[in-house]
């Protein structure tokens, strides 16, 4: 018997809390103007302290994604969750979420990969379900940014794009030939690695009696560090390879395309990639003026706001691509 995997239930969650540039303005040395014109955003969400939590946040998503997947709660026999805000340094949101739904005591991973996390998990749970060793996985993507991120006017250039929310998928076992996701592809480039990252906390950062000692709050390694002219010039060249790469496994054309969900780093990065294989506005769906960059829960939370509004449907080709930090990147093709 041939399995195969699909996705039976989306769900998202993103804080009420909205934050516009005009809010991000009277913090630091910015403007709506600057920011629409170079990234699309208009508004954000951050948590609400004490109100939510990454883990949190996974598991109103995923409760919405299992009701609507019809799969029962005993029957999740994996989780996948994708994050670079864990609540803990360890252990992994993963198992918070095994607690939290009150699952069995199925096994539950951590996916480190950024902008790509949600890529990269729907990937292994695709894996699992193919060789039969799992029947319905439960896929989150999930961030807190806000609590992390430089308000001065020295972070300006990373903190007024990235915001908070998540998104989760159940992903289960079919048999129909041709339908569900027909491949994933990963790549990674290391040597990049610096160009997007936080590098405290860190085992290689720093001797935790050395925090201690001289925590100095000024530290810029605490906040993240993007070179973004860099980040934004190879996201638009490996965006277009690996969903090229995708279109070829499958020996489909850009033409097949139904719907593209382009991980939503900026705009202006969604809009090249629509120019450049020429597709209309239909079949390219962007929600980062309402959410900005919210790295790996970005994926899910559009899929699923495109799936609501009926923009996905049976037999439609749909199309996820990410990059970031890593730098990694990656695409997967699916036949809804
Ligand atoms: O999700 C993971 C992958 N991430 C990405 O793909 C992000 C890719 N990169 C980008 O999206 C863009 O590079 C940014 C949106 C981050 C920045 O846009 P940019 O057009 O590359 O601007 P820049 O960094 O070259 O900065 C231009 C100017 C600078 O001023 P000077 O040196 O020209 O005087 C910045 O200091 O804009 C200034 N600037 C700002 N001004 C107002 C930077 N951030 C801000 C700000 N408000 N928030």
Redesign the pocket.
């Known amino acids: 018997m041939k399995y195969h995997s699909k996705i039976s239930g989306l769900g998202y969650y993103v804080p009420d809390n909205i934050v516009t540039n005009d809010d991000?303005s009277k913090k630091?040395?910015?403007?709506d103007e600057?920011?629409q014109e170079?990234?699309g955003i208009q508004e954000r969400r951050h948590i609400i302290r004490g109100e939510d939590t990454t883990t949190s946040m996974g598991v109103k998503a995923a409760k919405i994604a299992i009701e609507r997947s019809g799969v029962s709660k005993e029957d999740i026999d994996f989780v996948i969750f994708a994050t670079l805000s864990p609540d803990y340094y360890f252990p992994g949101p993963g198992v918070l979420v095994q607690r939290d739904l009150g699952l069995k005591t199925v096994g539950a991973l951590d996916v480190r990969n950024?902008?790509s996390g949600f890529v990269y998990a729907v990937s292994v749970a695709d894996q699992f379900i193919k060789t039969g060793m799992y029947k319905n996985i439960l896929v989150i993507g999930s961030e807190v940014h806000s609590t992390g991120l430089d308000m001065t006017t020295r972070g300006?250039?990373?903190?007024?794009?990235f915001g908070d929310g998540a998104g989760a998928a159940v992903l289960s076992r079919t048999e129909e030939e041709g339908k569900g996701i027909l491949s994933t592809h990963l790549h990674s480039e290391g040597q990049h690695a610096e160009e997007?990252a936080l590098q405290a906390p860190g085992m290689g950062k720093r001797w935790v009696t050395d925090i201690i000692a001289d925590n100095d709050p000024n530290d810029e390694s605490y906040y993240p560090y993007?070179n973004?002219?860099f980040?934004?010039k190879n996201?638009v060249v490996r965006f277009s390879e690996v969903i090229n790469e995708g279109l070829e496994t499958n020996n489909l054309q850009v033409s097949d395309i139904n719907m593209l969900i382009p991980?939503?780093?900026?705009l202006?990065?969604s809009q090249f990639i629509q120019q450049k294989f020429k597709l209309t506005d239909d079949q390219v769906y962007n929600n980062i003026q309402k959410y900005g960059?919210t790295?790996a829960a970005?994926i899910p939370i559009a899929l699923t706001e495109a799936w609501e509004k009926g923009k996905i449907k049976e037999g439609d080709l749909v199309v996820l691509a990410a990059?970031?930090?890593g730098f990694t990147w990656g695409s997967v093709i699916i036949r809804w």
């Not at 630091?28 to 403007?31: P, S, V």
């Not at 300006?156 to 794009?161: A, F, N, P």
């Open positions: 991000l630091m040395d910015t403007n600057w920011i170079r990234t950024q902008c300006r250039g990373v903190s007024v794009i997007l993007m973004g002219q980040v934004f996201a991980h939503q780093a900026n202006r990065i960059n790295t970005s990059f970031g930090s």
